[in-house]
Nanobody, 124 residues
Framework: QVQLVESGGGLVQAGGSLRLSCVAS????????MGWFRHDPGKERDIVAT????????FYKDSVKDRFTISRDNAKNTVYLEMTNLKPEDTGVYYC?????????????????WGQGTQVTVSS
């Protein structure tokens, strides 16, 4: 099992930017699909963006396309989520997530490792 630690959340005004980081420890995440999910109160954790380690193929929720960018740094065993032009509806707790080796990651049911979450609040 891998430990995932997120950072970079905070309070920002609408139109602003934040960069979330997720550092993995105890094993490499190379070969594992990684992603970011958001938890809104009263709802299940919903996918925001994912990235495959093999070829860096990315997937984004429609509402964040062209605003968010997921990336990874092999050497640092780290996944990032660059968020720009933030909107109040982007507010929530963002969780770093890891899927099973060699697979894709599209739903919370496919996640095998979760971070502790980081709060993002966008004010209007």
């Amino acid at each position: 099992q891998v430990q995932l630690v997120e950072s970079g959340g905070g309070l920002v005004q609408a139109g602003g930017s934040l960069r979330l980081s997720c550092v993995a420890s105890s094993r490499t995440i190379a070969g594992y699909p990684m992603g970011w999910f958001r938890h809104d109160p009263g709802k299940e954790r919903d996918i925001v963006a994912t990235i495959l380690w093999s070829d860096s193929t990315t997937f984004y929720k429609d509402s964040v396309k062209d605003r968010f960018t997921i990336s990874r740094d092999n050497a640092k065993n780290t996944v990032y989520l660059e968020m720009t032009n933030l909107k109040p509806e982007d507010t929530g707790v963002y969780y770093c997530a890891g899927g099973r080796y060699g697979t894709i990651l599209r739903t919370s049911g496919q996640v095998i490792d979760w971070g502790q979450g980081t709060q993002v609040t966008v004010s209007s």
